[in-house]
C-alpha cells in the first residue's frame, strides 16, 4: 500500500515513521521541508509539494493544525485534492470541526475519492509509540479499507458517518476540560478546608472519583508543575467548537459553557502555553488563593 | 483488640462481618436490631443499646446515615460516649459534614479517647470485598492504632487532621458529580451530532478522558438503565454539603455548584431514588431530547 502523508510536525512525523517501520511505502511532505527530512532516513520519499506527494498513493494521511490549513493543503492552490488517483482513500487524521470534516468527505466523493475523519487522543507520547485512540467517522468500506494504516498507529473504533470522528474528539475534548475543573475544585477545596490535598489525591485514585485525569492533572496541580502536555490554548480553542457545535444543535452544554469560559480567561491572563492542568490556578486566584 | 460497631445496615453489616473474621472481637448494634442478628453466626455479640455494645472496647466504629445521627447514637440519652472506656479510640466510618467531625473529635478528647472521621468510598461491593477506599482524618498516632481495624475493610489513607477525612469524601463526591455531568454531555453530544454514543464512550476508553465514570456510569447513560448504584438523593445531600462548606470558607466552586443545582432539579422532577448517571436524563430534557 502507497501511502503519503502531510504534515510531519510534531504527531506525523512519528506517525510516518511507524507507517514506514511497518513496511508500508511513504512519501511524506511538510510546508517546512526540515522537519520532513529526518524521515527520509527510514526510506520514506520526501516530496516538495502536496500534490506531487499524493501523486499514485492509494491513501493520503493529513495532520495538520485545523480546518483551515486542510482546506488549503486538499484544495487550495496546488493542493492535493486535484493530483489524487481515482479512488484514493482520504484520512484526515486532524482535529477541525465536524461540519468541515463533513464538507470535505462531500467534496471527495464529487471525486471519486473515500473519506474519513480520524482524530486521534494521545499527544506526542501516543503517537511515538504508536498507541493513539483513533476515533474515525465514514463509510464501514473506508473504515475497513484504513486498516492496515491504522494498525501501526494506535487503536482505531468507527464512531459513525463522516463527521463523526471530529464530533468523538469533542466530547474527547468535554470530557478531558470538565473533568480538570472537577479535580481543580476537589483539590482546591480540600486545600482550603485543612485537608493534605496530596493525600487526598492518593485516597480517591482506585475508587469511583479516578480517572486519568486526577492520576496526570491532579499530581501537576499538587505539585503546581504546568509544563505540557496539552496546552490552554488548545483547550479553549476546542472548547469554543464544542460550545459552537451545541448551540447549533441547538443543545445547552452547562458544564461545557463553563469550563469554555474558565479556559478563556485563563487564556486572557496570558497563560495559554501552559498546561491545560492549569485551570487549577484560574479557579485558585478567583478565591485569592493562588 | 475489642471493637464495636454501631450500625450494621448496608455498609456496616458486611463490614462488621469482615472484622469477625479477620479474628477480631466484634460486638454489633443496630436500631433496627433485626439487621444485627445474623452477624451473631460470625461470633459476634449483638447489643441491645450503644452504651452496652461499647462497653469495654479498645475501639468503637460508627456507620450511621447522618451527622444527627451519629450525634445522637454518641452523645445522645443512652448514647456510647459516656460508656467508653478510658483512652478507647472512636472511629466513624459515616458520611456527615467536617465540622460535625471536628466537634465530635473535641468532645471525645475532653473524655480522653480518641477519634478518626474515616469515610468510605467503594459502596456495598466494596464493603463486602473488604476494598473499600478509606479517607481518615485525625492525628497519625490514631491513624496507626486503627490499621488493624482498617487492614480487613480497605484500603485507608491518612489525609491530615480530624475533618479531613469527611472534606476527602466530599472532594470525592464533587468529582464524581462534576464527571458524571462532563461525560453525559459528551454522550449527548455525541448522541445529536450524528454519532454512535456507545461507540464514542469505547472509542474515548483507555485515552485522557478515561475514568470510572466513563466506563461505569457512561455504560448507564448509553444503555439507559440508572438503577442505583450511588442515589441521586445522595448526590445531592453530598453536593449541598460542598457547597456549604466552600461558602463557609468564602470559596467560589462555579462546577460544583452548577452540579448541585442539576442534581437537585433531577431529584425534584421525582427521581431521587434513581442512579446520579441519571443527571444525563436532565440534561437530555432540558434539550427536549429524553
Redesign the interface.
Same mark, same amino acid.
Given at each position: 500500500m502507497r501511502v503519503a502523508l502531510l504534515g510531519t510536525g510534531i504527531m506525523g512525523a512519528p506517525m510516518a515513521a511507524n507507517l514506514a517501520r511497518a513496511g508500508l511505502a511513504v512519501t511524506v511532505w511538510n510546508r517546512t521541508a526540515d522537519k520532513a527530512k529526518p524521515l527520509a532516513d527510514l526510506g520514506a520519499i520526501v516530496a516538495p509539494d502536496p500534490a506531487s506527494a499524493v501523486a499514485g498513493a492509494d491513501a493520503v494521511i493529513t495532520m495538520l493544525a485545523d480546518g483551515p490549513t486542510v482546506d488549503a493543503v486538499l484544495f487550495g492552490p496546488g493542493g492535493a485534492a486535484a493530483a489524487l488517483k481515482d479512488g484514493a482513500l482520504v484520512v484526515d487524521m486532524s482535529s477541525i470541526p #465536524?461540519a468541515t470534516a463533513k464538507a470535505h468527505a462531500a467534496r471527495l466523493a464529487e471525486r471519486g475519492c473515500g473519506y474519513l475523519d480520524a482524530p486521534v487522543?494521545?499527544g506526542e507520547v501516543g503517537a511515538k509509540a504508536g498507541t493513539l485512540?483513533?476515533?474515525a467517522?465514514g463509510t464501514a468500506a473506508d473504515f475497513a479499507r484504513a486498516a492496515p494504516l491504522f494498525a501501526p498507529l494506535g487503536?482505531a473504533?468507527?464512531?459513525? #458517518?463522516a463527521?463523526?470522528g471530529q464530533? =468523538?474528539k469533542? =466530547?474527547?475534548? =468535554?470530557?478531558?476540560g470538565?473533568?480538570i475543573? %472537577?479535580?481543580a475544585? %476537589?483539590?482546591?477545596?480540600?486545600e =482550603? %478546608?485543612?485537608?493534605?490535598p496530596a493525600?487526598?489525591r492518593?485516597?480517591?485514585m482506585?475508587?469511583? %472519583?479516578?480517572?486519568?485525569?486526577?492520576q496526570?492533572h491532579g499530581n501537576r496541580m499538587v505539585e503546581r508543575t504546568f509544563v505540557p502536555g496539552?496546552k490552554v490554548s488548545t483547550q479553549v480553542k476546542d472548547m469554543a467548537t464544542?460550545v459552537g457545535?451545541?448551540r447549533d444543535?441547538?443543545?445547552?452544554?452547562?458544564?461545557?459553557e463553563?469550563?469554555s469560559a474558565?479556559f478563556a480567561a485563563l487564556e486572557a491572563r496570558g497563560e495559554g502555553l501552559r498546561d491545560h492542568s492549569a485551570l487549577f490556578l484560574e479557579?485558585a486566584r478567583?478565591?485569592g488563593r493562588a
Open positions: #465536524p487522543s494521545g485512540a483513533i476515533m467517522g487503536k473504533t468507527h464512531v459513525g #458517518p463527521g463523526s464530533v =468523538a469533542l =466530547a474527547n475534548q =468535554a470530557i478531558v470538565i473533568t475543573g %472537577a479535580v475544585e %476537589a483539590l482546591l477545596l480540600a =482550603a %478546608a485543612g485537608a493534605d493525600a487526598v492518593q485516597a480517591l482506585g475508587g469511583f %472519583a479516578d480517572s486519568r485525569i486526577l496526570v496539552g464544542i457545535v451545541a444543535l441547538g443543545l445547552e452544554l452547562p458544564f461545557s463553563l469550563g474558565l479557579l478567583r478565591n
